[in-house]
């Protein structure tokens, strides 16, 4: 059974950093892909990053390039989303998310979600 659970919002200010973690169980680790998805208020699921446990491959959002870093540590089978130089439009339900294969930025294509935590970032 697949479990994702995050952790590690809460409230911030603009220019702040902060470290979203989801503990990842029940996964093939080396043959998924982990993901991190962000939901605004009135606004659609959108790709944040994603890394290919396979071959540690991964990709970002321009929104997010340059300022939010995606890693795994493989022995605490964690993910973790590291995110600097936040600003408000990083407001945000993020989500943890896992497919079987490549990265990709298709929320349709994950197939494990987690239950989301809140990132709120004041101006």
């Known amino acids: 059974q697949v479990q994702l659970v995050e952790s590690g919002g809460g409230l911030v200010q603009a220019g702040d950093s902060l470290r979203v973690s989801c503990a990842a169980s029940?996964?093939?680790?080396?043959?998924?892909?982990l993901g991190w998805f962000r939901q605004a208020p009135g606004k659609e699921r959108e790709f944040v990053a994603a890394?290919?446990?396979?071959?540690?491959?991964?990709d970002y959002a321009n929104s997010v390039k340059g300022r939010f870093t995606i890693s795994i540590d493989n022995p605490k089978n964690m993910v973790y989303l590291q995110m600097n130089s936040l600003k408000p439009d990083d407001t945000a339900v993020y989500y943890c998310a896992a497919r079987f294969g490549r990265t990709t930025s298709t929320p349709s294509q994950y197939n494990y979600w987690g239950q989301g935590t809140q990132v709120t970032v004041s101006s």
């Open positions: 029940g996964l093939a680790w080396r043959r998924h892909t």
């Open positions: 890394i290919d446990w396979s071959d540690l491959n991964t």
